[in-house]
Protein backbone atom coordinates (compact mmCIF):
# COMPACT_ATOMS: atom_id res chain seq x y z
CA UNK A 1 0.00 0.00 0.00
CA UNK A 2 1.48 3.70 -0.81
CA UNK A 3 2.29 5.73 1.94
CA UNK A 4 1.39 8.69 0.41
CA UNK A 5 -2.34 9.25 0.63
CA UNK A 6 -4.73 11.50 -1.02
CA UNK A 7 -7.93 12.92 -1.23
CA UNK A 8 -10.48 12.52 -2.08
CA UNK A 9 -9.97 9.24 -4.58
CA UNK A 10 -12.93 11.18 -6.84
CA UNK A 11 -13.75 14.65 -7.28
CA UNK A 12 -16.83 16.17 -9.81
CA UNK A 13 -17.04 19.73 -9.97
CA UNK A 14 -18.19 22.64 -12.10
CA UNK A 15 -16.41 25.18 -13.66
CA UNK A 16 -16.99 28.02 -11.23
CA UNK A 17 -16.26 25.44 -7.88
CA UNK A 18 -13.81 26.08 -5.91
CA UNK A 19 -12.38 22.47 -4.27
CA UNK A 20 -9.21 21.40 -2.86
CA UNK A 21 -7.19 18.04 -3.70
CA UNK A 22 -4.93 16.95 -0.17
CA UNK A 23 -1.83 14.59 -0.18
CA UNK A 24 -0.02 13.55 3.23
CA UNK A 25 2.54 11.34 3.66
CA UNK A 26 4.29 10.33 7.09
CA UNK A 27 7.82 9.14 5.54
CA UNK A 28 9.90 12.47 6.84
CA UNK A 29 9.87 13.15 2.95
CA UNK A 30 11.39 16.79 2.53
CA UNK A 31 10.30 17.03 -1.07
CA UNK A 32 6.50 17.09 -2.67
CA UNK A 33 5.40 16.68 -6.12
CA UNK A 34 2.15 17.28 -8.21
CA UNK A 35 1.98 15.85 -11.35
CA UNK A 36 -1.40 15.31 -13.88
CA UNK A 37 -2.02 12.40 -15.90
CA UNK A 38 -4.53 12.18 -18.63
CA UNK A 39 -5.49 9.00 -19.92
CA UNK A 40 -3.06 6.93 -21.93
CA UNK A 41 -0.72 9.71 -21.13
CA UNK A 42 2.61 9.56 -19.05
CA UNK A 43 2.44 11.91 -15.54
CA UNK A 44 3.15 15.50 -16.61
CA UNK A 45 5.06 17.56 -13.76
CA UNK A 46 3.26 20.67 -12.02
CA UNK A 47 4.91 22.13 -9.27
CA UNK A 48 7.71 20.55 -6.45
CA UNK A 49 8.06 21.48 -3.03
CA UNK A 50 11.45 21.56 -1.51
CA UNK A 51 11.95 22.02 2.41
CA UNK A 52 8.00 23.41 2.04
CA UNK A 53 9.39 25.93 -0.44
CA UNK A 54 8.17 26.04 -4.27
CA UNK A 55 11.17 25.15 -6.12
CA UNK A 56 9.93 24.09 -9.62
CA UNK A 57 6.52 25.66 -11.08
CA UNK A 58 6.06 24.29 -14.85
CA UNK A 59 4.19 27.13 -16.26
CA UNK A 60 0.65 25.50 -15.06
CA UNK A 61 -2.14 28.10 -15.08
CA UNK A 62 -2.84 30.39 -11.96
CA UNK A 63 -6.34 28.23 -11.51
CA UNK A 64 -4.21 25.78 -9.92
CA UNK A 65 -2.64 26.83 -6.83
CA UNK A 66 -0.47 24.53 -4.88
CA UNK A 67 0.43 24.69 -0.88
CA UNK A 68 2.63 23.37 1.39
CA UNK A 69 1.61 23.93 5.03
CA UNK A 70 4.03 22.08 6.48
CA UNK A 71 6.40 19.07 5.59
CA UNK A 72 3.73 16.56 5.90
CA UNK A 73 1.17 18.18 3.55
CA UNK A 74 0.66 19.25 0.23
CA UNK A 75 -2.83 21.03 -1.37
CA UNK A 76 -3.87 21.91 -4.91
CA UNK A 77 -6.32 24.18 -4.43
CA UNK A 78 -8.46 24.19 -7.44
CA UNK A 79 -10.49 26.98 -8.89
CA UNK A 80 -12.19 28.28 -12.57
CA UNK A 81 -11.14 25.16 -13.64
CA UNK A 82 -12.11 24.17 -17.39
CA UNK A 83 -13.41 20.71 -18.52
CA UNK A 84 -9.75 19.93 -20.28
CA UNK A 85 -8.40 19.77 -16.62
CA UNK A 86 -10.04 16.54 -15.99
CA UNK A 87 -7.70 14.23 -15.24
CA UNK A 88 -5.94 11.77 -12.60
CA UNK A 89 -4.05 14.26 -10.30
CA UNK A 90 -1.15 12.68 -8.45
CA UNK A 91 0.75 13.41 -5.36
CA UNK A 92 4.57 11.69 -5.01
CA UNK A 93 7.29 12.70 -2.12
CA UNK A 94 10.69 12.03 -1.82
CA UNK A 95 13.62 12.11 0.31
CA UNK A 96 15.91 15.26 0.07
CA UNK A 97 17.65 13.62 -2.88
CA UNK A 98 14.56 13.47 -5.22
CA UNK A 99 16.04 10.29 -7.02
CA UNK A 100 13.08 8.19 -6.17
CA UNK A 101 9.25 9.21 -5.53
CA UNK A 102 6.76 7.34 -4.13
CA UNK A 103 2.83 8.10 -5.33
CA UNK A 104 -0.05 8.49 -3.70
CA UNK A 105 -2.96 6.62 -5.52
CA UNK A 106 -4.39 10.10 -6.99
CA UNK A 107 -7.38 11.75 -7.71
CA UNK A 108 -9.51 11.57 -10.41
CA UNK A 109 -10.91 14.88 -11.36
CA UNK A 110 -14.04 15.48 -13.54
CA UNK A 111 -14.83 18.93 -14.40
CA UNK A 112 -18.01 20.03 -16.49
CA UNK B 1 11.98 15.74 -29.81
CA UNK B 2 10.75 14.51 -26.94
CA UNK B 3 13.08 14.41 -24.09
CA UNK B 4 12.64 10.70 -23.07
CA UNK B 5 11.30 8.62 -25.66
CA UNK B 6 9.82 5.11 -26.08
CA UNK B 7 7.86 2.78 -28.14
CA UNK B 8 3.91 2.94 -26.85
CA UNK B 9 3.99 -0.78 -28.12
CA UNK B 10 1.40 -2.70 -27.24
CA UNK B 11 3.92 -5.83 -26.82
CA UNK B 12 1.66 -8.69 -27.46
CA UNK B 13 3.77 -11.50 -25.68
CA UNK B 14 3.23 -14.93 -24.71
CA UNK B 15 3.71 -16.58 -20.99
CA UNK B 16 7.06 -17.39 -20.83
CA UNK B 17 8.47 -14.81 -23.73
CA UNK B 18 11.69 -12.76 -22.72
CA UNK B 19 10.74 -8.87 -23.89
CA UNK B 20 12.76 -6.05 -24.42
CA UNK B 21 12.16 -2.15 -24.21
CA UNK B 22 13.95 0.54 -24.83
CA UNK B 23 14.20 4.30 -24.19
CA UNK B 24 16.19 7.30 -25.33
CA UNK B 25 16.94 10.40 -23.57
CA UNK B 26 18.38 13.64 -24.99
CA UNK B 27 19.80 15.40 -21.68
CA UNK B 28 23.31 14.17 -21.72
CA UNK B 29 23.04 16.08 -17.98
CA UNK B 30 20.82 13.97 -16.95
CA UNK B 31 21.43 11.83 -13.94
CA UNK B 32 19.19 9.07 -12.75
CA UNK B 33 17.42 6.79 -14.30
CA UNK B 34 14.63 4.68 -13.03
CA UNK B 35 11.73 2.08 -14.54
CA UNK B 36 8.44 2.16 -13.12
CA UNK B 37 5.23 0.22 -13.80
CA UNK B 38 1.71 1.27 -13.97
CA UNK B 39 -1.39 -0.91 -13.74
CA UNK B 40 -4.23 0.65 -15.30
CA UNK B 41 -6.07 3.26 -13.79
CA UNK B 42 -3.55 2.74 -10.46
CA UNK B 43 -0.32 5.02 -9.67
CA UNK B 44 3.00 4.43 -10.47
CA UNK B 45 5.33 2.37 -8.96
CA UNK B 46 9.05 1.81 -8.81
CA UNK B 47 10.53 -0.85 -10.43
CA UNK B 48 13.79 -0.67 -10.27
CA UNK B 49 16.53 2.21 -10.67
CA UNK B 50 19.19 1.94 -13.54
CA UNK B 51 22.75 1.86 -13.12
CA UNK B 52 25.68 2.11 -15.56
CA UNK B 53 27.00 -1.33 -14.55
CA UNK B 54 23.72 -2.81 -15.29
CA UNK B 55 21.26 -4.12 -12.30
CA UNK B 56 18.98 -7.53 -12.29
CA UNK B 57 16.35 -7.75 -9.70
CA UNK B 58 14.99 -11.42 -10.48
CA UNK B 59 13.71 -11.85 -13.82
CA UNK B 60 14.24 -7.92 -14.73
CA UNK B 61 17.48 -6.29 -15.53
CA UNK B 62 17.89 -3.28 -16.40
CA UNK B 63 20.97 -1.42 -18.26
CA UNK B 64 22.43 2.34 -18.75
CA UNK B 65 24.16 3.06 -21.82
CA UNK B 66 25.15 7.13 -21.34
CA UNK B 67 27.59 7.66 -24.18
CA UNK B 68 24.20 6.61 -26.69
CA UNK B 69 21.83 8.03 -24.13
CA UNK B 70 19.87 5.06 -24.15
CA UNK B 71 18.36 2.64 -21.18
CA UNK B 72 16.79 -0.77 -21.71
CA UNK B 73 14.81 -2.97 -19.32
CA UNK B 74 14.63 -7.11 -19.95
CA UNK B 75 11.77 -9.31 -18.76
CA UNK B 76 12.64 -12.83 -18.96
CA UNK B 77 10.12 -15.47 -18.11
CA UNK B 78 7.15 -12.98 -18.41
CA UNK B 79 4.11 -13.45 -16.48
CA UNK B 80 0.26 -12.60 -16.40
CA UNK B 81 1.03 -9.80 -13.80
CA UNK B 82 3.95 -8.26 -16.02
CA UNK B 83 0.85 -7.07 -17.91
CA UNK B 84 1.36 -2.90 -17.44
CA UNK B 85 2.36 0.49 -18.66
CA UNK B 86 6.17 0.54 -18.42
CA UNK B 87 7.84 4.35 -17.82
CA UNK B 88 11.15 4.82 -18.69
CA UNK B 89 11.79 8.18 -16.11
CA UNK B 90 14.73 10.50 -16.19
CA UNK B 91 15.84 12.65 -13.59
CA UNK B 92 18.02 16.41 -14.82
CA UNK B 93 18.95 19.08 -13.51
CA UNK B 94 17.19 22.02 -15.21
CA UNK B 95 16.26 24.66 -12.90
CA UNK B 96 16.08 22.19 -9.99
CA UNK B 97 15.64 19.02 -10.00
CA UNK B 98 13.01 17.46 -12.64
CA UNK B 99 11.52 14.12 -13.14
CA UNK B 100 10.42 13.79 -16.92
CA UNK B 101 8.95 10.70 -17.70
CA UNK B 102 8.50 8.66 -21.39
CA UNK B 103 5.19 8.27 -23.03
CA UNK B 104 5.49 4.38 -21.61
CA UNK B 105 5.20 0.80 -23.18
CA UNK B 106 2.08 -0.85 -22.67
CA UNK B 107 2.61 -4.88 -22.17
CA UNK B 108 -0.18 -7.61 -22.65
CA UNK B 109 1.04 -11.30 -21.57
CA UNK B 110 -1.42 -13.62 -22.56
CA UNK B 111 -1.77 -17.61 -21.46
Known amino acids: DTEVTQTPKHLVMGMTNKKSLKCEQH?????MYWYKQKAKKPPELMFV???????INESVPSRFSPECPNSSLLNLHLHALQPEDSALYLC???????????FGAGTRLSVL | RKEVEQDPGPFNVPEGATVAFNCTYS??????FFWYRQDCRKEPKLLMS???SGNEDGRFTAQLNRASQYISLLIRDSKLSDSATYLC????????????FGAGTRLFVKA
Open chain 1, 92 to 102: ASSPTDPRIQY
Open chain 1, 27 to 31: MGHRA
Open chain 1, 49 to 55: YSYEKLS
Open chain 2, 27 to 32: NSASQS
Open chain 2, 50 to 52: VYS
Open chain 2, 89 to 100: VVLGMTGGFKTI
